[in-house]
């Protein structure tokens, strides 16, 4: 491969060729190398993986073990610009996407196109159940096929301290509990905010998987979450989330809603803040106004 890509781009001449197409029928070990030397051959080209799968995989669930990994990698190269599975239905291949019925996709054609971009941009609700793999950045983490009873992937900490990084868009504040579906090696899992602040954690006990719940508090817009492992062979299949007490703007005593008690929580804080020496200082009155029209208003309104 690289004496014809080196000699096609001195024969060319290298300022007239944007990219350059690869196509990769390996396992996924060959795949990771042939994938560098073609980024050593494209010297900062974007590379285009036209066509790849795993020719020789003995089955299906081969198969897609070799497409999790390969495609979540490409996923997380910026120097692959595109890329484009091989093929669409052959004759009962292990790498068919579509089944013999028009326009059904086959199992592996559905793991293709619900596997996650890593992209920043994306931004998840915490309403339900986030996969694993749907991180936008990742440190000292492997992917594999669930082994879970559910889910395509499962994330896997291949050294102490791993941790991924998820992007969450709030749009009710308040207290959420969060559902973690864990296995494998004992350890501490802890999650952090955008701002490395911890937020909860437990410790997971060493076996099978199992459903640990713990409880953290979220603010309203974009936030980001990243969940810590402790040590290696700590495994993940998804992130499950349920807000059990929404925040209520002015419910300072936490309480449900906003009424008197909170009022006296705003005056008794002005009041600490006030120096010593200004003995005649008063609430603005415009302020109190405001939050006392939001009290007495919140009487009605419970959650």
């Given at each position: 491969?690289?004496?014809?890509?080196?000699?096609?781009?001195?024969?060319?001449?290298?300022?007239?060729?944007?990219?350059?197409?690869?196509?990769?029928?390996g396992n996924s070990d060959e795949f990771s190398w042939l994938l560098g030397e073609a980024k050593r051959l494209n010297s900062g080209r974007p590379v285009w993986v036209t066509e790849?799968?795993?020719?020789?995989?003995?089955?299906?669930?081969?198969?897609?073990?070799?497409?999790?990994?390969?495609?979540?990698?490409?996923?997380?190269?910026?120097?692959?610009?595109?890329?484009?599975?091989?093929?669409?239905?052959?004759?009962?291949?292990?790498?068919?996407?579509?089944?013999?019925?028009?326009?059904?996709?086959?199992?592996?054609?559905?793991?293709?196109?619900?596997?996650?971009?890593?992209?920043?941009?994306?931004?998840?609700?915490?309403?339900?159940?986030?996969?694993?793999?749907?991180?936008?950045?990742?440190?000292?983490?492997?992917?594999?096929?669930?082994?879970?009873?559910?889910?395509?992937?499962?994330?896997?900490?291949?050294?102490?301290?791993?941790?991924?990084?998820?992007?969450?868009?709030?749009?009710?504040?308040?207290?959420?509990?969060?559902?973690?579906?864990?296995?494998?090696?004992?350890?501490?899992?802890?999650?952090?905010?955008?701002?490395?602040?911890?937020?909860?954690?437990?410790?997971?006990?060493?076996?099978g998987w199992r459903t640990n719940t713990l409880t953290i508090d979220l603010e309203t817009g974009y936030n980001t979450l990243r969940l810590a492992l402790q040590n290696a062979g700590?495994?993940?299949?998804?992130?499950?989330?349920?807000?059990?007490?929404?925040?209520?703007?002015?419910?300072?005593?936490?309480?449900?809603?906003?009424?008197?008690?909170?009022?006296?929580?705003?005056?008794?804080?002005?009041?600490?803040?006030?120096?010593?020496?200004?003995?005649?200082?008063?609430?603005?009155?415009?302020?109190?106004?405001?939050?006392?029209?939001?009290?007495?208003?919140?009487?009605?309104?419970?959650?």
């Amino acid at each position: 491969m690289g004496s014809f890509v080196e000699d096609f781009l001195a024969y060319s001449g290298s300022n007239t060729v944007d990219s350059i197409g690869y196509h990769f029928y390996g396992n996924s070990d060959e795949f990771s190398w042939l994938l560098g030397e073609a980024k050593r051959l494209n010297s900062g080209r974007p590379v285009w993986v036209t066509e790849f799968n795993w020719s020789a995989a003995p089955d299906v669930d081969s198969q897609v073990d070799y497409m999790i990994q390969v495609v979540d990698q490409m996923e997380n190269d910026p120097d692959v610009e595109a890329y484009a599975w091989f093929k669409e239905r052959g004759a009962g291949t292990t790498y068919d996407l579509l089944n013999a019925n028009a326009g059904e996709l086959s199992w592996l054609g559905w793991i293709y196109v619900n596997m996650p971009v890593h992209d920043q941009d994306v931004w998840y609700r915490p309403n339900g159940r986030l996969q694993a793999e749907r991180y936008v950045e990742k440190n000292g983490m492997s992917i594999a096929t669930s082994g879970d009873i559910d889910g395509i992937a499962e994330m896997a900490s291949n050294q102490s301290g791993s941790w991924l990084d998820y992007n969450i868009f709030v749009e009710e504040a308040g207290e959420y509990e969060v559902s973690l579906r864990l296995a494998g090696q004992a350890g501490m899992v802890r999650l952090r905010d955008g701002d490395g602040q911890e937020l909860d954690g437990l410790y997971m006990y060493e076996g099978g998987w199992r459903t640990n719940t713990l409880t953290i508090d979220l603010e309203t817009g974009y936030n980001t979450l990243r969940l810590a492992l402790q040590n290696a062979g700590q495994l993940v299949n998804w992130i499950e989330f349920e807000l059990i007490s929404a925040l209520i703007p002015g419910d300072l005593d936490g309480d449900g809603f906003v009424g008197l008690n909170d009022l006296d929580i705003v005056l008794n804080n002005w009041n600490t803040g006030t120096p010593s020496s200004d003995t005649t200082a008063t609430p603005e009155p415009a302020s109190l106004l405001v939050f006392t029209f939001v009290a007495v208003a919140g009487l009605a309104v419970r959650r």
